[in-house]
């Protein structure tokens, strides 16, 4: 979907777009993918993992712009790419077009300033607007921040994925799972 930039504001008063992302946005993104992701044992891959070209990249956003019920939106800070947000279909079936997926992720040094709960807070907006009745999504237990911040903003803990995620070095992290009625 084609999204309006929106101007917000960190809580130490810097300006931060909120855009769609695009083709153009395909190399920064996959950069962002894999720093983030090394970044934190929180997200799904390891850095090594994210092996998409950018010709994929571009086909994948390509496809977030022209979709109607999905939205991939970018943060940016001073021209700087500093996260993204989406909200995506559970799929093409009736029995679930009232639920969608919301997922969230921004570069270490940004988090704690607002960005995500403002970024977040209009991607549940646009999953109302388009018709979307309850927002999903997985967080790793221990993720306390992330917790606390998708709590704030409405979400609840429905169940508990064991041992959702298992790490290089053998262990686990269980995973809840949350939704946000719309």
Known sequence: MIFEPRKIQTKDGHEVILRNADESD??????????????????????????????????????KKEAERELMLIAELDGEHVGNCSVASL??????????????????????????????????EVAKELGYEQAELEVVTTNAPAIHLYQSLGFEIYGELKHSMKYQDG?????YMMRKVL
């Open 26 to 63: 395909a190399a920064a993104l996959l950069h962002y993918l894999k720093a983030t992701a090394g970044e934190t044992r929180f997200l799904l891959r390891e850095p090594e993992e994210i092996t998409i070209t950018l010709e994929q990249q571009e086909a994948f956003l390509r496809g």
């Open 91 to 124: 799929g093409n079936y009736q029995r679930y077009q009232h639920r969608c997926s919301v997922a969230i992720a921004l570069y270490q040094k940004y988090c704690g300033l607002g960005i995500g709960k403002q970024m977040l807070g209009t991607v549940l």
């Open 171 to 175: 262990t686990y992290a269980d995973d």
